[in-house]
């Protein structure tokens, strides 16, 4: 079965500082990966995805992530995170023709002003 | 509506009583899944449904969860003879149909229960 692993549960930053976010999955053929956002007492949303095509995927609010087959890796990274990006930060994968998303455990992100 | 939308947000139950969660999808989205996130947990997967096939249990915890979606819409989570290590936030997400490319999941508010 796919597993996602999020190394990261608890991360927390000065605003203006570099993030990056891991996420490895376990399955080795085609996979489709998302990163969702859980701001606080708001409904999970989508910040970027991967299908195909450039393994550099550009999201909202300035994120990015880059899927490395190599590595099974899809970590989201942005350069200078702010206050409003305080939120639990979740990894999910959708493979091998699954239409499950397998979510990884999230990680969640303080932003001190 | 505009989003997926979930009732009650919030129920309190007494152990060994039955409840009811609702989900009504994003209109036109034949996909629909019941996640289930405890404190500190990522989401546990319990149930899919496509269009009018037969869903998918394979994540439903016990005998006392159950789920259907009537007319290919609205679904009903219910779990029987609830228990403490129930309590948790319940999702709902629904998607386009899952073979077409854009098939991100989009998510209701949940519903947060507590068995007491």
């Known amino acids: 079965a796919q597993s996602v692993s999020q190394h990261n549960h608890h991360v927390i930053l000065s605003e203006a500082a570099s993030l990056e976010l891991g996420c490895n999955y376990s399955y080795g053929g085609t996979v489709n990966l998302f990163w969702y956002v859980q701001y606080p007492g708001q409904h999970l949303q989508l910040l970027l995805k991967y299908f195909s095509g450039d393994p550099l995927v550009k999201g909202i609010k300035g994120f990015e992530a880059e899927f490395i087959k190599s590595k099974f890796s899809f970590n989201l990274r942005k350069p200078s995170v702010q206050w409003s990006d305080t939120a639990e930060y979740f990894c999910?994968?959708?493979?091998?023709?699954?239409?499950?998303?397998?979510f990884g455990r999230g990680t969640s992100l303080i932003v001190h002003p | 509506g505009a989003g997926v939308s979930q009732s009650p947000s919030n129920k309190v139950t007494e152990k060994g009583k039955d409840v009811e969660l609702r989900c009504d999808p994003i209109s036109g989205h034949t996909a629909l899944y019941w996640y289930r996130q405890s404190l500190g947990q990522g989401l546990e997967f319990l149930i899919y449904f496509q269009g009018n096939s037969a869903p998918d249990k394979s994540g439903l915890p016990s005998d006392r969860f159950s789920a259907e979606r009537t007319g290919g819409s609205v679904s009903t989570l219910t779990i029987q003879r609830t228990q403490q290590e129930d309590s948790a936030v319940y999702l709902c997400?629904?998607?386009?149909?899952?073979?077409?490319?854009?098939?991100?999941?989009?998510f209701g508010q949940g519903t947060r229960l507590t068995v007491v």
């Open positions: 997400a629904s998607s386009l149909k899952s073979g077409s490319a854009n098939t991100e999941a989009f």
């Open positions: 999910a994968v959708k493979s091998g023709g699954s239409y499950i998303p397998t």
